[in-house]
């Protein structure tokens, strides 16, 4: 019998650091793949010339689904940092890795209880990939935070 698992799946960790580095807070969490993820990766392999996916966004709200298009309540958005998405290797070859990086004074929020990934920034973002609102991050003005996003296709 041949079994077949090629469904997406995602988690992200994150490290949140003060002014001199210490590390202060981290955490790994599981997240929603989104519709827009589902067509977007049949475009890829279709060779399509759509836009590769390329910024990483955090907000302060709660409830978004895999059909949202954006973040409940959006804060901040930045491009992915880097060359941006890499693929992983050896036995993680079917993993493709973003990072996301805010530094001191970007993206400050009292309560950050959102992330995803977008192919496009601007004030109208509706290419929300994936989604998370299980975060719970204080960040400082001074506070340096850093998403590493994994996205899986199909089994490991």
Do not use: C
């Not at 978004?64 to 930045?78: K, M, P, Q, Y």
């Amino acid at each position: 019998m041949i079994k077949e698992n090629y469904g997406l799946k995602g988690k992200l960790s994150y490290e949140l650091r003060d002014i001199d580095g210490n590390l202060i807070d981290e955490g790994k969490e599981i997240n929603t793949i989104t519709n827009f993820m589902d067509a977007h990766v049949a475009d890829q392999m279709s060779g399509s010339a759509e836009a590769q996916i390329g910024f990483m966004a955090i907000g302060s709200g709660t409830g978004g689904t895999a059909s949202s298009t954006d973040l409940s309540n959006f804060v901040e958005i930045v491009a992915l940092s880097g060359t941006g998405p890499i693929q992983g290797s050896a036995g993680d070859d079917n993993d493709v890795v973003y990072y996301g990086y805010w530094g001191a004074g970007v993206g400050t929020n009292t309560s950050i209880t959102e992330a995803g990934i977008f192919q496009a920034s601007g004030t109208t973002r509706t290419s929300l990939s994936t989604y998370n609102d299980g975060l719970s991050i204080n960040k400082g003005a001074s506070d340096t935070l850093k998403i590493t996003w994994t996205v899986t296709f199909g089994a490991s």
